[in-house]
T-cell receptor, first 115, second 114 residues
């Protein structure tokens, strides 16, 4: 079975450029989560969706960050304009429907470097 | 609000030795508890979870954890570690009622020396 698929695996770009990270959740999963991992702050939840609808975006750091889920099989996280402090590993995760005891399945992450 | 504290940022042990990774949580309501493992350049994988019932939970790769409500702890143990257990380990909690989201600890880097 295919797991959560993220692309690209690595992204290096210059400050000020737009960055788009992509995620394909596991088929049939109703929840999708975006996380950011850094040495300083650990693993932070940025936003999560239920049935393509954003439920909690309180972790999105600022207006430069936006996330969409146009359908059940695709989500994007955009940073515009990007800054060096956005450098991190970004993870997407998905989980089955509504019970909180369902584990989250993580992708392998996108390692983002902003120069 | 929930919070999770992993008391050790790094734990070095020798191969075949026992190991315990400590996790304490704070919450005013009932929670579910999880341990995840992250191997280099990979995402997180579920090791085990506590939902209810027996306080001793067994997971994959020979790991187990014990839920202690009075001490609000959920320590992870393995009686004999292998080189392949070298990874970062994350403790996490979620509400029994309400939101689906997880709150993670800062992680413990387990290094196994031959």
């Amino acid at each position: 079975d295919a797991g959560v698929i993220q692309s690209p695996r690595h992204e290096v770009t210059e400050m000020g450029q737009e960055v788009t990270l992509r995620c394909k959740p596991i088929s049939g999963h109703d929840y999708l989560f975006w996380y950011r991992q850094t040495m300083m702050r650990g693993l932070e939840l940025l936003i999560y969706f239920n049935n393509n609808v954003p439920i909690d975006d309180s972790g999105m750091p600022e207006d430069r960050f936006s996330a969409k889920m146009p359908n059940a099989s695709f989500s994007t996280l955009k940073i515009q304009p990007s800054e060096p402090r956005d450098s991190a590993v970004y993870f997407c995760a998905s989980s089955p429907r509504a019970k909180v005891n369902q584990p989250q399945h993580f992708g392998d992450g996108t390692r983002l470097s902003i120069l | 609000a929930q919070s999770v504290t992993q008391l050790d940022s790094q734990v070095p042990v020798f191969e075949e030795a026992p190991v315990e990774l400590r996790c304490n949580y704070s919450s005013s309501v009932s929670v579910y508890l999880f341990w995840y493992v992250q191997y280099p350049n990979q995402g997180l994988q579920l090791l085990l979870k506590y939902l209810s019932g027996s306080t001793l939970v067994k997971g994959i790769n020979g790991f187990e954890a014990e839920f202690n409500k009075s001490q609000t702890s959920f320590h992870l143990r393995k009686p004999s570690v292998h080189i392949s257990d070298t990874a970062e380990y994350f403790c996490a909690v979620s509400y029994v009622q309400g939101a689906q989201k997880l709150v993670f600890g800062q992680g413990t880097r387990l290094t196994i020396n031959p």
